[in-house]
């Protein structure tokens, strides 16, 4: 990649901050605990799309020690950012577009936090993934929890759609469903459970979607990596 490309996307990187989405407080129903009653969720701010192959460049350019073959062993396992075809070329433009995918846990943080912002909380994603085109709360919508089955059925094994073209939720938050997974704060949330018993004990075991993203999750450690496990960041709420 010459120059000049690396010299735009530096440039595109400092201007990410404009891109978050304000969330107000709220409740919603968690998989499990809290004895069927809903949890509350203070306001907070978290990224519109998912972060980008062309955004997570911007960032190893400028911490070289995130990039691939220098990465701790302690903090990624050997496929990190395998999909790109070079250390410092994540592809073609399509591909720029593309929500960064291969990246472990510890390397999500470090992104994250070296923008002032943080990885949400597992309640804040499920919070804002609950939510339909018109309402906050969709999971009592039978039409739209299929419609959530449907797009995960048709997520492929390779590589994630570009972002800006996905489902957009009532929020304005892009490619929560139907692109790549995306990591959380808190890894193993309480009473994560085996995939033999993922529906007993759970508020609604009708919820196969949050069954899905639970199975998913339990499977993961801040080591792991998939070519379909990508991010996006967070932030405490503004007064916005």
């Not at 004895?35 to 350019?61: K, N, P, S, W």
């Amino acid at each position: 990649m010459s120059v000049a490309p690396l010299l735009r996307v530096l440039g595109a990187f400092t201007g990410l901050l404009a891109s978050m989405v304000h969330v107000p407080a709220g409740d919603y129903l968690p998989l499990r605990g809290m004895g069927g009653q809903r949890m509350h969720v203070a306001a907070f701010d978290i990224d519109a799309h998912a972060v980008t192959r062309e955004e997570y460049l911007a960032f190893v350019l400028t911490h070289p020690e995130w990039q691939r073959g220098r990465v701790a062993a302690k903090s990624s396992d050997t496929s990190y950012l395998s999909d790109w075809r070079g250390v410092l070329d994540p592809g073609d433009a399509t591909d720029l577009q593309r929500p960064v995918t291969s990246v472990s846990w510890y390397a999500a943080a470090a992104y994250c936090e070296a923008q002032g912002k943080r990885l949400p909380t597992t309640d804040e994603w499920e919070y804002v993934a609950a939510a339909s085109e018109t309402s906050r709360d969709g999971s009592r919508d039978p039409a739209f929890m299929r419609r959530m089955l449907e797009m995960y059925a048709s997520r492929t094994a390779t590589a994630p759609p570009p972002v800006g073209h996905g489902f957009r939720n009532v929020y304005g938050i892009e490619g929560l469903h139907g692109s790549a997974w995306e990591w959380t704060r808190d890894l193993k949330p309480e009473e994560m459970s085996s995939c033999a018993g993922a529906a007993m004990g759970v508020s609604d075991p009708s919820n196969y979607p949050a069954l899905l993203r639970e199975s998913f999750r339990s499977a993961l450690t801040e080591r792991s990596t998939a070519r379909m496990l990508g991010f996006r960041c967070a932030a405490s709420g503004s007064s916005k």
